[in-house]
């Protein structure tokens, strides 16, 4: 079982930058595929990124392609997710996920990933 905590979120206004970082422990952090979610208030939580285990291939949300990017190191048991060209749709909290067992149909489906970090929050000024 992976524990996974989440770091990075802040108050930054549109057009700014934010690195966030997941830092996992407690497994092998090379079995599971990652993923970042997010959940604005009064919505549903909505996929952001994912990253296979190797961290050879990534997948994103429309909403953030071209400016969003998910890398990992598997030396380092962490993931991370680049935000550029922020805006305040952006405006939510950052969860972190992790799989073992992920399939590529269900990379973009919350209920895939059975554990989850407490999250970290986003808030975008216009």
């Known amino acids: 079982q992976v524990q996974l905590v989440e770091s990075g979120g802040g108050l930054v206004q549109a057009g700014d930058s934010l690195r966030l970082s997941c830092a996992a422990s407690g497994s092998t952090f090379s079995r599971y595929a990652m993923a970042w979610f997010r959940q604005a208030p009064g919505m549903e939580r909505e996929f952001v990124a994912a990253i296979r285990r190797s961290g050879g291939v990534t997948a994103y949300a429309d909403s953030v392609k071209g400016r969003f990017t998910m890398s990992r190191e598997n030396a380092k048991n962490a993931v991370y997710l680049q935000l550029e060209s922020l805006k305040p749709d952006d405006t939510a909290v950052y969860y972190c996920?992790?799989?073992?067992?992920?399939?590529?149909?269900?990379?973009?489906?919350?209920?895939?990933?059975?554990?989850w970090g407490q999250g970290t929050q986003v808030i975008v000024s216009s």
């Open positions: 996920a992790a799989s073992a067992t992920l399939i590529s149909s269900t990379l973009r489906t919350a209920t895939a990933y059975p554990y």
